[in-house]
């Protein structure tokens, strides 16, 4: 089983960066497709960015397209959300997930398609 860690969140003003990372325990790492999420207050939970075990494929939320990069170290265990061009409105709990999967360019945009999460980070973005 995969346990994950979250770290890298913060206050930052519009117009910055930041970087997350996702480190994460087990040897099973590698096989494990992996996203990232946030939920604002009051608001639902909702997918941000996901990557393939693979590192070869992955997906972005159309509100941070060409804004967040996901990338992978499988040899290092662990995931990052590099954050640039932040918003007031990126301001959230940023939640890593993972998930088991046999096919290596697959990745999950679904909450319920993620089975290990860790205990999120905040990032707060002023205006």
């Known amino acids: 089983q995969v346990q994950l860690v979250e770290s890298g969140g913060g206050l930052v003003q519009a117009g910055g960066s930041l970087r997350l990372s996702c480190a994460a325990s087990?040897?099973?790492?590698?096989?494990?497709?992996m996203g990232w999420f946030r939920q604002a207050p009051g608001k639902e939970r909702e997918f941000v960015a996901a990557?393939?075990?693979?590192?070869?494929?992955?997906d972005y939320a159309d509100s941070v397209r060409g804004r967040f990069t996901i990338a992978r170290d499988n040899a290092k265990n662990t995931v990052a959300l590099q954050m640039n061009s932040l918003k007031p409105e990126d301001t959230a709990v940023y939640y890593c997930?993972?998930?088991?999967?046999?096919?290596?360019?697959?990745?999950?945009?679904?909450?319920?398609?993620?089975?290990?999460w860790g205990q999120g980070t905040q990032v707060t973005v002023s205006s």
């Open positions: 087990g040897r099973t790492f590698s096989s494990y497709a």
């Open positions: 990557i393939s075990w693979s590192g070869g494929g992955t």
């Open positions: 997930a993972g998930r088991n999967s046999f096919y290596p360019g697959l990745y999950y945009l679904r909450t319920d398609e993620y089975d290990t």
